[in-house]
């Protein structure tokens, strides 16, 4: 059952090339540099964007609207919250799995200082199987293509049970190392690139209108904090992922209400304990910031409850918006997908933002499809 599932989802999301060997020359922009991207306040010096898109007249509309103390829609400080959503919101998620996934596939099948248990290798062949026989993708315009849904419990145990045992600073390395590794399907590109850079424009100009921004995924969420670290402007304490357990290097499967912590402990990577996707990013905005959102952007059904939460009976204006995935000439969109999400937007009252349209680029005019 699990198996079939797994092929299902995978046949309908993978990229279709297989797993890539050799390092290509990146040319993208380098984590320094995205880390330099900064727009002012009055939006004035924004680069990336098309500034006659619907989608960039109503965030700076909005932004200049509830900043403005004159404005009846005036938001203070404090309560100016802006929520974004990772894989294919902030960073591309189509190359060919979401970050998580394929960090997976290179712990349970690359690294040479691990030995998965079986049932984890197993489940690590399979999606590197299905991937691969997937093929070549059609260089045709409207190829279609969709992501995986999120992946189950069992699924979701199985990514984090890898990484248990590992202290933070191996686990640190290993990301690390991860993220330089090429972003298949991409020439040009490194995983730990391949941020939007007019997304990272967003976070820019939210943070110099004194917006304190989080980020809320389904990615694990001490590889989030340390692939966000250096580029975007948002502290490690403001960033909401998926939770394992993290225990004693000495604890021994004791009790947390019974051991202590001593001098000759280290801190491991635990067990999986919560996947952030749907319903419980919201249960997690209320439970880690303690005030609902004026602003979320999205892309997915993962981040369907956290829009409307944003919208819903706000005592402020407020705004939602998902990024439409509808660019096969510069990204490995899917049409499919962004019309679906096109017709979400309509339906719950997002705005919805065109790779296509609104980005004047994605990555950088040298960064393309490998196909291409």
């Excluded at 225990?247 to 499967?253: E, I, L, N, Y």
Aim: charged letters at 30%; one cysteine or more.
């Amino acid at each position: 059952m699990r198996g079939n599932k797994l092929c299902a989802a995978v046949l309908a999301a993978a990229l279709g090339v297989g797993f890539m060997t050799g390092t290509p020359s990146v040319q993208a922009a380098t984590r320094a540099e995205l880390a330099k991207i900064s727009v002012s306040r009055n939006g004035s010096d924004f680069k990336y964007w098309n500034e006659d898109a619907v989608s960039f007249r109503a965030l700076t509309r909005y932004v200049e609207d509830v900043t403005d103390p004159a404005s009846v829609n005036y938001i203070p400080v404090d309560d100016r919250i802006a929520v974004f959503d990772l894989d294919g919101t902030l960073v591309c998620e189509t190359t060919p799995c979401y970050f998580e996934w394929m960090m997976y596939l290179e712990r349970a099948l690359n690294d040479p200082n691990y030995t998965p248990a079986p049932p984890d290798r197993a489940y690590a062949e399979e999606v590197k199987k299905t991937i691969e026989e997937v093929g070549i993708p059609n260089p045709k315009p409207d190829r279609t293509r969709s992501m995986p849904k999120d992946m189950d419990l069992r699924e979701a145990v199985s990514q984090e049970e890898v990484f248990v045992g590992m202290t933070l600073s191996e686990y640190e390395r290993f990301v690390k190392k991860f993220m330089r590794t090429p972003a298949e399907g991409m020439k040009n590109l490194k995983r730990g690139d391949a941020f939007y850079l007019p997304m990272v424009e967003v976070v820019s100009y939210l943070n110099a209108n004194r917006f304190k921004c989080f980020i809320v995924s389904g990615t694990d969420r001490q590889a989030l904090r340390i692939l966000a670290d250096g580029v975007l402007p948002i502290d490690k304490d403001n960033i909401i992922g998926t939770d394992i357990f993290h225990v004693a290097s000495h604890q021994d499967g004791a009790d947390g209400l019974e051991y202590q912590f001593t001098k000759d402990d280290e801190i491991l990577q635990g067990s999986f304990t919560l996947k952030n996707v749907k319903m419980n990013k919201v249960a997690n905005i209320v439970r880690e910031i303690g005030k609902q959102p004026v602003l979320a952007f999205g892309n997915s059904s993962g981040d369907t409850s956290m829009l409307n939460y944003t919208i819903t009976r706000n005592k402020y204006k407020a705004l939602s918006f998902a990024l439409l995935c509808d660019d096969l000439e510069r990204e490995l969109g899917c049409m499919e997908k962004a019309d679906k999400m096109r017709a979400d937007c309509e339906k719950n009252g997002w705005i919805s933002v065109s790779m296509r349209d609104d980005f004047k680029t994605i990555y950088g005019d040298n960064v393309t499809r490998a196909d291409k």
